[in-house]
């Protein structure tokens, strides 16, 4: 199972965040567990969303 996320504030990105959790997904094998994410308004560091990547991050593995 993977879980990929990114804040949508990042610092430093050679390429959009929304395209790196796509290129992820799509290079998936087909029978993998993948959930991908953008946490709005988060930086690198996730301050301030910590909360937000807790929900994110229980959620994904109560649900395997």
């Known amino acids: 199972?993977?879980?990929?996320f990114?804040?949508?504030e990042g610092e430093?990105?050679?390429l959009d965040q929304a395209d790196c959790l796509?290129?992820?997904r799509e290079s998936a094998p087909v029978d993998a567990v993948v959930r991908t994410e953008l946490?709005?308004?988060a930086?690198?560091?996730y301050a301030g969303a910590e909360?937000?990547?807790?929900e994110l991050v229980?959620?994904?593995?109560?649900?395997?």
């Open 1 to 4: 199972p993977t879980l990929a």
């Open 6 to 8: 990114y804040g949508t």
């Open 12 to 14: 430093a990105v050679v």
């Open 22 to 24: 796509r290129i992820l």
């Open 39 to 41: 946490i709005d308004g």
């Open 43 to 45: 930086a690198h560091s």
């Open 51 to 54: 909360e937000s990547v807790a």
């Open 58 to 64: 229980r959620g994904f593995v109560t649900s395997l």
